[in-house]
């Protein structure tokens, strides 16, 4: 496999890799779609994603996009929707 702008190859799904959202030199962002954000298929329910924070940090962007009427959502593994601090970078790093 070579690589195509974005990645050499998709994560292995194992516990080093499978969780990750980024991976210097290996690749820039992995993504996937999901229910929630295929448009095609849902146009007037899909969302755009946000990335949320640890329930222990104050934030205010999802009350802020829901009084916006930004259609946003945060769907990560935490019990808030949220990801922790080393997710967040990679997820940050993936989009530059």
């Known amino acids: 496999e070579g690589y195509d702008g974005v990645a050499v190859r998709k994560p292995h799904n194992d ?3 499978g969780g990750k959202y980024f991976l210097d030199g290996l690749y820039d962002g992995y993504f996937r779609a999901t229910e929630k954000n295929n448009c095609t ?4 329910t899909c969302t755009g994603h946000i990335t949320n924070v640890p329930c222990s940090w104050a934030c205010f962007v999802i009350p ?10 945060s769907d990560g593994y935490l019990p808030n929707g949220g990801y922790n601090y080393s997710s967040l970078v990679e997820i940050y790093d993936a989009a530059h």
């Open 15 to 17: 516990s080093a890799e």
């Open 41 to 44: 298929a849902n146009p007037g």
């Open 64 to 73: 802020q996009a829901y009084h916006l009427d930004i259609s946003v959502e």
